[in-house]
């Protein structure tokens, strides 16, 4: 997927290019001709960074998240929509406004039958009438709810769990994908689910007590509306069953470990090892009764849930898939569900107190539902073709700086790295959007009916997803649309992707200078090819196939290294009382720490030899770190940090910033950072993975 010298060169092209740019004010002109044009300026500030952001009575050293980001922190309030606010969420309503102009403009007009228009306009205008969905109210579900409470065996409680058109929660769950030891080819993997709280956690741990208490309330009022009677016996009897499932999870840490998580099963093997599990029923209801072999991530946890299913009575079970059903539905179904669910799920669980507006709610609706047909259209108006000609040079850029550090590393054998070049030249990048689109035409979605459009959604989606099986690998395929604020790396595919909608300040500016660019976007595509070689996913070679391919040796110096940097985030406490799981957060870390170690070689290739020009009273380098603190900053709720801390592989912001800049020699000359300053590390002490 590179040509690495073919990079290099391209690279150190691009940046002559550029160096004019750069050492150009914003407020000169250009003269062209006889005409005096003005030269594009950089959305922010006069040169990429917006330094009003910033509070300099604070010592880099000390503190250098604040010291970029502590006057914002200070002020700024999080609107009560929100759970937390940051650069990522001022993208994300740039773009949520730009698709619901899209979507309006579809909506607003007749379209023809079963045109993408015509699904788009249709699915939204549904979703904003509350009128008719609480005039139709529980009556919608009246078929599924007569379902459920039929239920009179195992076998029918497993037909509930693996219906699509039920779409109910489920302590087995699953879903296609590669398989990792066989990239040529799907595999259905089966996991533990069936949890209504973020994970197991929220049931086990006395930071959660309060999320517990929130949870009963909502069981109850979700019994309640449906018309059951000793509801308060029914929700201590859910929870309680809840509470099992919860003590039979694996880990949150535990499931990031791509070698625990690969255990092949054959449906012989499945029947053999959970024999009064009806697995026939489960699997000829979810259209999998064809397959023949599965790998269970958390095999022996499965296992578990497995007896779990078999010895529960068959009256909670129905009680359980009725709460979980209305839970999942409550958006579509009654303005009084819809509030209960706010109320737990917005408020209980993340801070926020107020709901956010119907019709934003209406466009995440519909991005769920139809997202790449409105990415086509959001694309063509709002991703200018040199943005991607740009970043793919630029990516070019960090791939070439990478293919030098692997040469340069005293910890990786000759062996080793002839793999891990091996695997960086497979490489393969996506920007902006796909190159093919998705095809709803098989989706119907009626004006009227938000509760049928929403089940019909979901079960295109599950039969979209299982009819990959046997089929060649869809190598265009992408899980993200364009409109998302964010990227990705996938192991089984080697791929690194970049959605339109992340390709803009502060991340990517064409016109902001090249630190900032480099410390930004430069970092973040650093992050995502440094997960290819992370404490898993380097557990993958270039064809994405799972196997060992670093030495025994190598594996070990690695691993003190991974460690040595865990060691660090293990102290970091962002709500008192909690620490940062280092286990669970260990790839994120060490993809930020080797994504800006390599855009800071990149930012420096790019200037062919030359200094970097002085903006402003700040050298380069001052700014390639002040990019990077940009990036992240973010102000969160307790209720969501608290979230984080327990479900998200990701450090919260001022760790992402504050834990990798210390890690950087030259973050240290670029702030004058000294022995006694709050952040200071020795070099002994400093972590160079990358």
């Known amino acids: 997927m590179k040509k690495l010298l073919l990079c290099s060169v391209a690279a150190l092209a691009l940046t002559a290019c550029d160096k004019k740019a750069e050492t150009t004010s914003p407020e000169t002109e250009i003269k062209v001709s006889e005409k005096t044009i003005a ?32 006057t914002w922190l200070d002020n700024f309030e999080i609107p009560a929509e929100f759970s937390n606010y940051g650069s990522f969420t001022v993208l994300f309503e740039r773009s949520e406004e730009r698709v619901k102009s899209i979507i309006e403009a579809a909506a607003d007009k007749r379209n023809e039958a079963g045109s993408p228009e015509q699904k788009v306009g249709d699915y939204y205008a549904s979703f904003l009438d509350t009128d008719k969905i609480d005039q139709t109210g529980m009556a919608a579900a009246a078929k599924d709810i007569a379902y459920i409470a039929q239920i009179a065996s195992t076998e029918d409680v497993v037909r509930a769990f693996g219906s699509p058109a039920l779409g109910a929660s489920s302590p087995i769950a699953g879903y296609v994908d590669i398989d990792s030891k ?68 694996w880990e949150p840490a535990k499931r990031r470990q791509r070698d625990l998580t690969y255990n092949p099963y054959t449906l012989d093997e499945l029947k053999h090892n959970m024999p009064k599990f009806p697995w026939d029923a489960m699997l000829d209801e979810a259209g999998l009764s064809g397959q023949s072999k599965f790998v269970l991530r958390e095999h022996d946890a499965i296992e578990q849930l497995a007896g779990l299913v078999t010895t529960t009575d068959l009256s909670l079970w129905q009680d359980y898939l009725l709460a979980h059903y209305l839970s999942e539905h409550s958006a579509v179904l009654s303005t009084e569900l819809d509030i209960a669910s706010f109320e737990f799920f917005g408020t209980a669980l993340s801070g926020t107190t107020e709901q956010r507006e119907r019709w934003k709610r209406g466009v995440a609706a519909v991005n769920g539902a139809l997202g790449e047909a409105v990415g086509q259209v959001y694309t063509e108006q709002h991703f200018p073709t040199d943005s991607k000609v740009k970043m793919e040079e630029l990516v070019g850029n960090l791939k070439a700086t990478f293919e030098q ?27 902006g959007y796909p190159d093919e689109w998705k095809d709803y035409s098989d989706l119907q979605i009626i004006r009227g009916d ?24 869809d190598r265009n395929e992408w899980f993200m649309t ?27 500016d064409p016109n902001a200078d090249a630190a900032i660019n480099y410390g930004a976007i430069g970092a973040v595509i650093g992050h995502e090819i440094g997960h290819g070689f992370d404490d898993q996913g380097r557990k993958s070679d270039g064809t994405g196939l799972l196997r060992d391919w670093w030495t025994k040796e190598d594996t070990k110096r690695f691993q ?7 060691a660090q985030y293990a102290t970091f406490s962002p709500v008192e009382g909690m620490f940062i799981n280092p286990e669970l957060t260990m790839g994120e870390n060490i993809g930020d720490l080797g994504g800006l170690t390599m855009a800071y070689d990149a930012y420096k290739l790019s200037l062919n030899g030359e200094e970097a020009p002085v903006i402003d009273g700040l050298t ?26 327990a479900t998200d592989p990701h450090s919260p912001s001022e760790y992402r910033t504050n834990g990798i800049v210390r890690n950087m020699d030259a973050w240290y000359a670029a702030f004058d950072v000294k022995e006694g300053d709050a952040l200071y590390l020795a070099p002994e002490d400093r972590v160079k993975i990358w």
């Open 39 to 70: 030269a594009p300026r950089p959305e922010l500030g006069s040169f990429g960074l917006d330094k009003s952001t910033m509070n300099e009575a604070i010592a880099p050293g000390d503190d250098f998240y604040k010291y970029m980001n502590g």
């Open 182 to 249: 066989n990239p040529e080819a799907y595999i259905f993997y089966v996991t533990q689910s069936g949890l209504g709280m973020p994970n197991r956690d929220y049931y086990l741990k006395e930071n959660f007590a309060d999320a517990r208490d929130a949870y009963k309330i909502y069981l109850g009022k979700l019994l309640t509306i449906a018309g059951r009677d000793n509801v308060e016996s029914r929700v201590a009897a859910i929870f309680e069953l809840e509470t099992k499932i919860a003590e039979i999870h």
């Open 405 to 431: 550090r692997l040469d340069g590393l005293d910890w990786m054998s000759e062996e080793t790295q002839v793999e891990a070049h091996k695997k960086l030249a497979a490489f393969t990048t996506k920007i």
């Open 450 to 473: 938000a509760f049928g459009n929403s089940k019909r959604s979901n079960v295109w989606e599950w039969n979209e997803m299982i009819s990959k099986l046997g089929q060649p690998i």
């Open 482 to 508: 364009p409109q998302t604020v964010n990227a990705y790396y996938s192991p089984t595919r080697n791929e690194i992707v970049f959605p339109a909608a992340i390709l803009q300040a502060p991340f990517f």
């Open 560 to 566: 003190v290294k991974a460690d040595k940097l865990g």
């Open 620 to 645: 380069g380098d001052q700014r390639f770190f002040m990019a990077w603190a940009q990036v992240w900053k973010r102000k969160y709720r307790e209720e969501e940090l608290k979230k984080r801390i």
